[in-house]
């Protein structure tokens, strides 16, 4: 919490003071600020100064709590976007306060950008779905680039659905004005409703054409008895020379012609020029002219609403940048049931991200519009199709058409994008569409499902729906909720394997050893449940975490350990890619007392190939500060000499595989062997994995290897046995 009271903070905006009209004309985003720290709202104001999104700046407002926020909420109704920190007066104040937005003050146009300092506090995806929670993401990530980017999408989300909104509203109006005609129906069928209405006020037939311009040339709107075949075409199409020259001429002095027929002409500055005839001629004496400007007010009035009724569906069920139909129109479709629907496709552009980030946006933008023009191209009719999200697209149509080999054949010739041609691939998930027990919703997300499962395991294939597929996806988020509690209530614990020295058998490290046991508890094993951890952004503050704790364990063996004893740290590519990691492992070394000569961090060999350039500093920062850094699991992977030569280095750690795996030798002409060998050359250390007998700790002696762990020595322990080990040793 601040220690200044929220009182004494004013909005800010930041204004171009030099001209007060100009000042006064603008329009802004509103943007509240949610944080109890000052200095976070000082450093957001800093990073979004001068930012503008659809032309226009940004005006700020702060609370430092979330019954503040929650006040100003009630009193400012148009906020856009809430910057909201998830933990102030209480752990879940921010929660709290996205459930009053969402469910007390019925707020469901606001932007939400959840930012915590405190990872794990908030379950991001199940908060997300809950919730209609635009972002969230931990402070530390939302750099000034991923501040504007996350601000400007939400800003956008909220414009949109802000018109949204105004548009319902509007067609509420409209529907509570009923009146004969029915605009809803859309502009062709409104059309034929007013020749048919204009035709009854006449007591003649119905007969007749409305006419709009589509640049310089008159198309047929509409039309209706004798004429209703000419719908959609050009007015030149029409044989009648008596017809074209009224319509013609109505449009060209822009007026009522009265002799050859009754030609009303309708325009404002919203619409274009249109002619209305009905084939009947009357004396001119007969007809009262402000009758007929009043009704061609009317029907002008009828065609907006119309317009509107189009757009507004165009809106809720068309993709804007494709024109074809968005996902809410694909559900639709599938509760259809069409007896020809019998495959669902979802189709996934591999590396679609890549392309907006490295080419941009617009370049991504004619991407799609060149794959939605291909998949129109490849599938007839009967095939429905639509854009289900950024880069996915969904299919519903016939097995004959929807199948694998179909999807392959869009994708084989490369696209011509501008003048460029461009390979792409995708991937994709079949299901087949079941009976009508299931709703379209729950379909979609068991294609949707399928479709993750295809991305991490089969990218740029087609795979079919399987119902284990669903299964694994809630296990994985059961899991992933049940380490986020486990986290926040202390349940994870580590333990130490011990690491001596093959000759004289004394404890020279211990290697921290990170461990789960649920609530039955049952061991989760560490792959099941540290690749969770990554993926959802927890092991970071998790292996901050492990840091801490083992620092602290080493400080407490001071009296009983020897001074070259070190402590070993497993750290994951997830944590070692932050920009902070270099400074957040020298803060936690500096609180809790150690010295960085006694501390060994632990890369695996993905760690150090991935963007090398990119962490080569972080390296350099680490071992200059005096910290030794370990390859794991040495072999395993895909390291070059050249690699290696570049890397900070201390030690290379045989991976247990070639000292005591199925196969392996233990000799001149194994793995082991050939890595002591490399280690030599290049002067780094060695500690050898998985040692289990002592034929395998004497052939890795005489092989060169200095150090070894494994369960000849000792299984992994808590802290109390391990430190019996080390009293025992003295």
Same mark, same amino acid.
């Given at each position: 919490?601040?220690?200044?009271?929220?009182?004494?903070?004013?909005?800010?905006?930041?204004?171009?003071?030099?001209?007060?009209?100009?000042?006064?004309?603008?329009?802004?985003?509103?943007?509240?600020?949610?944080?109890?720290?000052?200095?976070?709202?000082?450093?957001?104001?800093?990073?979004?100064?001068?930012?503008?999104?659809?032309?226009? $700046?940004?005006?700020?407002?702060?609370?430092?709590?979330?019954?503040?926020?929650?006040?100003?909420?009630?009193?400012?109704?148009?906020?856009?976007?809430?910057?909201?920190?998830?933990?102030?007066?209480?752990?879940?104040?921010?929660?709290?306060?996205?459930?009053?937005?969402?469910?007390?003050?019925?707020?469901?146009?606001?932007?939400?950008?959840?930012?915590?300092?405190?990872?794990?506090?908030?379950?991001?995806?199940?908060?997300?779905?809950?919730?209609?929670?635009?972002?969230?993401?931990?402070?530390?990530?939302?750099?000034?680039?991923?501040?504007?980017?996350?601000?400007?999408?939400?800003?956008?989300?909220?414009?949109?659905i802000q018109q949204l909104e105004i548009s319902r509203h509007c067609l509420g109006m409209i529907l509570d004005a009923t009146t004969r005609w029915e605009p809803a129906q859309g502009l062709t069928h409104f059309a034929q409703d007013v020749i048919t209405e204009i035709c009854a006020m006449l007591s003649i037939p119905v007969s007749g054409l409305v006419c709009t311009m589509e640049g310089e040339t008159p198309v047929i709107l509409a039309g209706a008895g004798p004429h209703a075949a000419f719908t959609g075409k050009k007015l030149?199409?029409?044989?009648?020379?008596?017809?074209?020259?009224?319509?013609?001429?109505?449009?060209?002095? $822009?007026?009522?012609?009265?002799?050859?027929?009754?030609?009303?002409?309708?325009?404002?500055?919203?619409?274009?020029?249109?002619?209305?005839?009905?084939?009947?001629?009357?004396?001119?004496?007969?007809?009262?002219?402000?009758?007929?400007?009043?009704?061609?007010?009317?029907?002008?009035?009828?065609?907006?609403?119309?317009?509107?009724?189009?757009?507004?569906?165009?809106?809720?069920?068309?993709?804007?940048?494709?024109?074809?139909?968005?996902?809410?129109?694909?559900?639709?479709?599938?509760?259809?049931?069409?007896?020809?629907?019998?495959?669902?496709?979802?189709?996934?552009?591999?590396?679609?991200?890549?392309?907006?980030?490295?080419?941009?946006?617009?370049?991504?933008?004619?991407?799609?519009?060149?794959?939605?023009?291909?998949?129109?191209?490849?599938?007839?009719?009967?095939?429905?199709?639509?854009?289900?999200?950024?880069?996915?697209?969904?299919?519903?149509?016939?097995?004959?058409?929807?199948?694998?080999?179909?999807?392959?054949?869009?994708?084989?010739?490369?696209?011509?994008?501008?003048?460029?041609?461009?390979?792409?691939?995708?991937?994709?998930?079949?299901?087949?569409?079941?009976?009508?027990?299931?709703?379209?919703?729950?379909?979609?997300?068991?294609?949707?499902?399928?479709?993750?499962?295809?991305?991490?395991?089969?990218?740029?294939?087609?795979?079919?729906?399987?119902?284990?597929?669903?299964?694994?996806?809630?296990?994985?988020?059961?899991?992933?909720?049940?380490?986020?509690?486990?986290?926040?209530?202390?349940?994870?614990?580590?333990?130490?394997?011990?690491?001596?020295?093959?000759?004289?058998?004394?404890?020279?490290?211990?290697?921290?050893?990170?461990?789960?046991?649920?609530?039955?508890?049952?061991?989760?094993?560490?792959?099941?449940?540290?690749?969770?951890?990554?993926?959802?952004?927890?092991?970071?503050?998790?292996?901050?975490?492990?840091?801490?704790?083992?620092?602290?364990?080493?400080?407490?063996?001071?009296?009983?350990?020897?001074?070259?004893?070190?402590?070993?740290?497993?750290?994951?590519?997830?944590?070692?890619?932050?920009?902070?990691?270099?400074?957040?492992?020298?803060?936690?070394?500096?609180?809790?007392?150690?010295?960085?000569?006694?501390?060994?961090?632990?890369?695996?060999?993905?760690?150090?190939?991935?963007?090398?350039?990119?962490?080569?500093?972080?390296?350099?920062?680490?071992c200059q500060a005096g910290v030794s850094i370990a390859m794991d699991d040495f072999g395993t992977g895909y390291s070059s000499l050249s690699v290696l030569h570049q890397l900070h280095i201390n030690r290379l750690k045989i991976d247990r595989a070639f000292v005591s795996g199925p196969g392996c030798r233990l000799d001149s002409q194994g793995i082991a062997a050939t890595v002591l060998q490399l280690a030599e050359k290049l002067s780094l250390q060695t500690i050898g994995e998985g040692i289990e007998e002592e034929s395998q700790r004497?052939?890795?002696?005489?092989?060169?290897?200095?150090?070894?762990?494994?369960?000849?020595?000792?299984?992994?322990?808590?802290?109390?046995?391990?430190?019996?080990?080390?009293?025992?040793?003295?």
């Amino acid at each position: 919490m601040s220690d200044a009271s929220p009182s004494d903070h004013d909005p800010l905006t930041f204004l171009d003071e030099s001209d007060p009209e100009k000042q006064a004309s603008l329009s802004y985003w509103s943007v509240l600020i949610a944080d109890d720290e000052p200095d976070v709202h000082q450093v957001t104001l800093l990073a979004l100064k001068d930012m503008e999104v659809e032309g226009r $700046r940004l005006k700020f407002f702060h609370a430092y709590s979330g019954e503040e926020a929650r006040t100003l909420l009630m009193q400012e109704k148009d906020i856009a976007v809430i910057l909201l920190d998830v933990v102030m007066e209480t752990e879940d104040a921010g929660l709290r306060l996205v459930h009053a937005i969402r469910k007390e003050l019925k707020n469901t146009c606001l932007r939400i950008i959840l930012r915590t300092g405190q990872p794990g506090y908030a379950p991001e995806i199940d908060t997300i779905l809950r919730y209609d929670i635009n972002d969230y993401k931990t402070k530390a990530e939302l750099t000034r680039t991923r501040l504007f980017t996350s601000m400007t999408s939400a800003i956008r989300a909220f414009h949109q659905i802000q018109q949204l909104e105004i548009s319902r509203h509007c067609l509420g109006m409209i529907l509570d004005a009923t009146t004969r005609w029915e605009p809803a129906q859309g502009l062709t069928h409104f059309a034929q409703d007013v020749i048919t209405e204009i035709c009854a006020m006449l007591s003649i037939p119905v007969s007749g054409l409305v006419c709009t311009m589509e640049g310089e040339t008159p198309v047929i709107l509409a039309g209706a008895g004798p004429h209703a075949a000419f719908t959609g075409k050009k007015l030149s199409h029409i044989d009648d020379r008596r017809i074209r020259d009224s319509i013609e001429e109505t449009l060209r002095l $822009r007026q009522h012609q009265l002799t050859n027929g009754l030609c009303l002409y309708l325009h404002d500055p919203q619409t274009r020029a249109m002619a209305v005839f009905v084939d009947k001629t009357l004396p001119t004496e007969k007809l009262q002219l402000q009758l007929i400007d009043i009704l061609c007010q009317h029907i002008l009035t009828g065609f907006e609403k119309a317009r509107l009724y189009q757009k507004i569906r165009q809106t809720a069920f068309e993709d804007p940048l494709l024109g074809i139909p968005n996902r809410a129109r694909f559900l639709m479709e599938i509760d259809k049931g069409h007896t020809e629907s019998g495959m669902l496709a979802l189709l996934d552009i591999d590396g679609f991200a890549d392309i907006n980030s490295i080419l941009d946006q617009n370049f991504g933008d004619t991407v799609l519009q060149a794959v939605s023009q291909r998949l129109k191209k490849n599938f007839s009719e009967k095939v429905f199709i639509a854009r289900i999200s950024s880069d996915v697209f969904g299919l519903l149509g016939p097995e004959k058409e929807v199948h694998s080999d179909r999807i392959r054949e869009v994708f084989l010739p490369p696209f011509l994008i501008g003048e460029e041609s461009l390979r792409l691939s995708a991937t994709s998930s079949l299901i087949p569409l079941p009976d009508n027990s299931l709703s379209a919703a729950t379909i979609l997300k068991n294609a949707g499902v399928s479709l993750k499962q295809a991305k991490r395991f089969n990218r740029g294939k087609v795979v079919f729906y399987d119902p284990k597929h669903v299964t694994a996806a809630r296990d994985r988020m059961q899991m992933l909720s049940q380490l986020r509690q486990a986290f926040t209530s202390e349940r994870l614990f580590l333990m130490y394997q011990p690491i001596v020295n093959l000759k004289t058998g004394r404890i020279t490290a211990a290697e921290a050893l990170l461990r789960w046991r649920n609530d039955n508890g049952d061991f989760i094993p560490p792959d099941r449940f540290i690749p969770l951890a990554e993926q959802s952004g927890l092991m970071v503050a998790i292996g901050e975490w492990v840091m801490r704790t083992a620092f602290r364990f080493l400080k407490s063996l001071s009296a009983i350990a020897s001074q070259d004893f070190r402590i070993a740290i497993n750290v994951s590519q997830t944590q070692f890619r932050e920009p902070d990691f270099a400074p957040k492992l020298f803060q936690a070394m500096e609180d809790c007392g150690v010295e960085p000569s006694r501390v060994e961090i632990e890369l695996t060999e993905s760690v150090a190939i991935d963007s090398l350039e990119r962490i080569k500093p972080t390296l350099g920062a680490v071992c200059q500060a005096g910290v030794s850094i370990a390859m794991d699991d040495f072999g395993t992977g895909y390291s070059s000499l050249s690699v290696l030569h570049q890397l900070h280095i201390n030690r290379l750690k045989i991976d247990r595989a070639f000292v005591s795996g199925p196969g392996c030798r233990l000799d001149s002409q194994g793995i082991a062997a050939t890595v002591l060998q490399l280690a030599e050359k290049l002067s780094l250390q060695t500690i050898g994995e998985g040692i289990e007998e002592e034929s395998q700790r004497k052939a890795l002696l005489e092989m060169g290897c200095t150090e070894g762990q494994g369960y000849l020595f000792s299984r992994p322990v808590a802290a109390e046995a391990f430190e019996k080990l080390l009293k025992k040793q003295m």
